[in-house]
């Protein structure tokens, strides 16, 4: 009964169009159906070449930093709107998928800025209520693949006024 439902189903979808695109069912003899049984029977198992499970790095250094954009506009919106939080949860699940993957963005907001982080520093800023150089705002977040970075972060970077000396003027 399976086999003739089957066929019956088959024929079916072949009348959602035109005859002239019709595919009629294959008509093989007996010995090229064996051969097409052993041969599917004994396939090896298909292995890709490397080059094509290859990742474009940028595209996904782009997809990601976008990705990041959106989470961060999102905290700013309005949290009682249930298409923000929707939204909110399916970005952080994209995000946290990523991540289980090998794909990590980093965010810089914060954190103690010395000049032998890898970092791209846009711009310098001085406030007088600043101690020590601190990164005001990530512009562009650092993109790790696994153990390696595929996207420099770019970095606005806020520190204490800098002190002129009148030491070294040449000395006249």
């Known amino acids: 009964m399976t086999g003739r439902l089957a066929e019956w189903r088959a024929s079916v979808r072949q009348h959602r169009y035109r ?6 069912p294959p008509t093989w003899d007996e010995e090229q159906q064996r051969w097409l049984a052993d041969t599917l029977g004994a396939a090896p198992e298909v292995v890709l070449p490397a080059e094509s499970t290859a990742v474009d790095q940028e595209a996904l250094a782009v997809s990601a930093t976008n990705l990041w954009r959106a989470l961060r506009k ?4 309005d949290d009682t709107a249930p298409a923000v939080r929707h939204a909110q949860h399916y970005l952080r699940k994209v995000r946290q998928t990523l991540a289980d993957g090998g794909l990590v963005i980093y965010d810089h907001d914060g954190e103690l800025f010395h000049p032998g982080l890898s970092l791209e520093v846009l711009a310098r ?3 007088a209520g600043a101690e020590k150089e601190t990164v005001a705002e990530t512009v562009r977040p650092t993109v790790y693949l696994g153990d390696e970075r595929i996207q420099l972060g770019q970095v606005i970077v806020v520190g204490p006024p800098f002190e002129q000396t009148q030491e070294g003027d040449g000395g006249a």
């Open 125 to 127: 800023e001085t406030s």
């Open 74 to 77: 999102l905290q700013d919106a």
């Open 19 to 24: 005859k002239a695109f019709r595919i009629p």
